[in-house]
């Protein structure tokens, strides 16, 4: 009884190494073109939640006749920002609140790009959020 021996062709180190080399060539070339997707991505979650906060300051104001300068006061609850272990990339405070007006602003924990700017959001009364600061 003879034993038959088949040999599997692989690839060696250099051959390896050289198709990690062109992809990592690749990704540097296609990643500055993701990034402002990237950028955009993360802003829906603090359009999102300015517009759920400018939601609770009119419900507020219909019980009480102005706008609260207190997230607790309107029931909402910020998400733990991923600086405190959570997934929000966005930290959320009340500017300013009257009888007849508010201002929210979401700033980001995170520099989504590199390049020391941090992204900010604003909302007011009329319920519409604009970019402040672009990343």
């Known amino acids: 009884m003879s ?26 070339i296609a990643l500055p073109n993701f990034l402002p997707l990237i950028a955009q991505t993360k802003a829906q979650e603090a359009k999102i939640q300015l517009k ?5 300051q009119t419900q507020y104001r219909y019980l009480h006749s102005k706008y609260s300068n207190d997230l607790a006061a309107i029931d ?7 600086k ?7 930290a959320y405070q009340i500017i300013e609140a009257s009888l007849s007006n ?4 979401a ?6 790009d590199g390049d020391g700017v ?13 970019q402040i600061v672009k990343d």
Do not use: C
């Not at 405190?84 to 966005?90: L, Q």
């Open 3 to 28: 034993i038959k021996i088949h040999k599997l062709r692989g690839f060696n180190l250099q051959e390896m190494l050289l198709v990690l080399a062109l992809i990592g060539i690749l990704l540097l």
């Open 52 to 56: 759920t906060i400018s939601n609770m």
């Open 76 to 82: 909402y609850e910020a998400p733990r920002t991923v």
């Open 84 to 90: 405190d272990g959570g997934t929000a990339n966005y």
């Open 102 to 105: 508010f201002k929210v602003r």
């Open 107 to 112: 700033v980001a924990v995170v520099d989504f």
């Open 118 to 130: 941090f992204n900010i959001w604003e909302i007011d009364e009329k319920g519409d959020p604009r």
